[in-house]
């Protein structure tokens, strides 16, 4: 139901930065919310930040202060900017989309972040 572009995605050193962006289209509903995911290997997706249509957004505590998202609405466009990034945010990242009152159901296919020396 809904297309997703990703791109950003790359190999990094500790304490440096990566911008993700995500595009989604040819959605049949109205797009509330955009947020990033992401997965480890071997763990579970989990919601990394969020951003709703009136610019509303929130974060995992434990990339507060070091990554931002932002979204440009008309154009379904979403960026995660990722700043001192550290080995633990090693994992493939996922954008999604979703309407509002409903839980994120729209995945895209996903790009890896490699964070290491």
């Known amino acids: 139901q809904v297309q997703f572009v990703e791109s950003g995605g790359g190999l990094v050193q500790p304490g440096g930065s990566l911008k993700l962006s995500c595009t989604a289209s040819r959605s049949r509903f109205r797009i509330y919310a955009m947020g990033w995911y992401r997965q480890a290997s071997g763990n579970q997706r989990d919601l990394v930040a969020e951003?709703?249509?009136?610019?509303?957004?929130i974060y995992t505590n434990s990339v507060k202060g070091r990554f931002t998202i932002s979204r440009d609405s008309d154009k379904n466009t979403v960026h995660l900017q990722m700043n001192s990034l550290k080995t633990e945010d090693t994992a493939t990242y996922y954008c999604?989309?979703?309407?509002?009152?409903?839980?994120?159901?729209?995945w895209g296919q996903g790009t890896q972040v490699t964070v290491s020396s």
């Open positions: 999604a989309a979703r309407r509002e009152g409903y839980e994120y159901k729209h």
């Open positions: 951003i709703t249509n009136d610019g509303t957004t």
